[in-house]
């Protein structure tokens, strides 16, 4: 008779540390439906298979490499329903590279604005902030990086 294979099951703890993400970032993860709920033991308790570390480690990888959860989630529909074609997968990295773009537009902006800033500094002993000062003005510093509204808190 042959045996079957067991699958690895993992508390959440487990996971979290196989696949280098936070607990509460797993949990946000399932609650926005990028991750699948997991089974439950007896007691409640989520119990995670290996489908869900690797799926929870192309989520961490992504993030890292900076695609937001929303293209994150594009990418995993086309994953998911196996219909996957090579020119949806381009386009999804084309607009992501859009983005870097931007964001690299953005830090160079914002670069300038903070060494101008930062060059107004006396060096005095006299307290002379313009740097916070600055951060305290209202309104956008010369067209400077967008601000941190809509961004998703998942991380």
Do not use: W
């Amino acid at each position: 008779m042959a045996k079957c294979a067991a699958k690895p099951v993992f508390p959440i703890g487990a996971l979290a540390k196989e696949s280098a993400v936070n607990i509460e970032t797993v949990r946000c993860y399932e609650k926005i439906g990028l991750m699948p709920k997991p089974a439950r033991s007896r007691g409640g308790y989520r119990l995670y298979d290996a489908g869900h570390l690797k799926r929870l480690t192309f989520i961490r990888r992504g993030r890292e490499l900076g695609f937001s959860l929303d293209e994150l989630r594009n990418l995993l529909r086309l994953v998911d329903g196996h219909s996957y074609t090579c020119a949806e997968v381009r386009a999804l990295t084309l607009h992501h590279v859009a983005g870097i773009r931007r964001k690299i537009a953005d830090l160079g902006r914002l670069k300038r604005v903070m060494t101008t800033i930062s060059s107004q500094c006396s060096g005095r002993e006299i307290p002379d902030y313009p740097v916070i000062d600055a951060l305290f003005q209202t309104g956008p510093v010369s067209n400077g990086p967008r601000g941190a509204a809509g961004r998703n808190l998942c991380r």
